[in-house]
Antibody, heavy 118, light 110 residues
């Protein structure tokens, strides 16, 4: 069974940094593209970033480019999202997602809530 | 404002059929696969259609999808109360070099 478990969310002040982690199990992690997708309270889904299986291919939404950095450690079956210069509008549930390349999102974690507020 | 356009809500009676539209551009739906996701209240999204028309294992054939030009459509037949959820379409966008979602459609089963 595919499992994706996020951690690292919480309450953070604007301008500060936070790092999300996701531990994966139940599939061959280093064969899979991985993504972060977020959902602001009461709003729709927004793709944040994705990374290819080897880590050589990376993409970001314009809204987070130059502030967020995605990375992965295939030896630890782990995905990360370093979030810098956080803004109030970054408040959302962040989902760790197993992707089929950058084509679709096969499996979703339960999400980690990030609240940016002073 | 989402790149892909979906109606905010649709409704139909149990047992009936409903369709949800997703309108985009050449750079996304026009050239790339479309996927659809179901999000039940309080839960994480779930993939129900990939590669525009394909159902993952375990998704009943009551769910189907199609594409024409720059628009895609999700169809659900034999509506059940358990189908009440938010539905999202998504596609890769060549111009944005990223994945774009529709704003979501809330399905109510009467």
């Amino acid at each position: 069974e595919v499992q994706l478990v996020e951690s690292g969310g919480g309450l953070i002040q604007p301008g500060r940094s936070l790092r999300l982690s996701c531990v994966a199990s139940g599939f061959t992690f280093d064969d899979s593209a991985m993504h972060w997708v977020r959902q602001a309270p009461g709003k729709g889904l927004e793709w944040v970033s994705g990374i290819s299986s080897s880590g050589s291919g990376i993409g970001y939404a314009d809204s987070v480019k130059d502030r967020f950095t995605i990375s992965r450690d295939n030896a630890k079956n782990s995905l990360y999202l370093q979030m810098n210069s956080l803004r109030i509008e970054d408040t959302a549930v962040y989902y760790c997602v197993k992707g089929w390349l950058f084509t679709h999102f096969e499996h979703w974690g339960q999400g980690s809530l990030v609240t940016v507020s002073s | 404002q989402s790149v892909l356009t979906q109606p905010p809500s649709v409704s139909a009676a149990a047992g009936q059929t409903v369709t949800i539209s997703c309108s985009g551009r050449t750079s996304n739906i026009g050239k790339n696969y479309v996927s659809w996701y179901q999000q039940l209240s309080g839960a994480a999204p779930k993939l129900i259609i990939h590669d525009t028309t394909k159902r993952p294992s375990g998704i009943p054939d009551r769910f189907s999808a199609s594409k024409s030009g720059t628009s895609a459509t999700l169809g659900i037949t034999g509506l059940q109360t358990g189908d009440e959820a938010d539905y999202y379409c998504a596609s890769w966008d060549d111009s944005l070099s990223g994945v774009v979602f529709g704003g979501g459609t809330k399905l109510t089963v009467l």
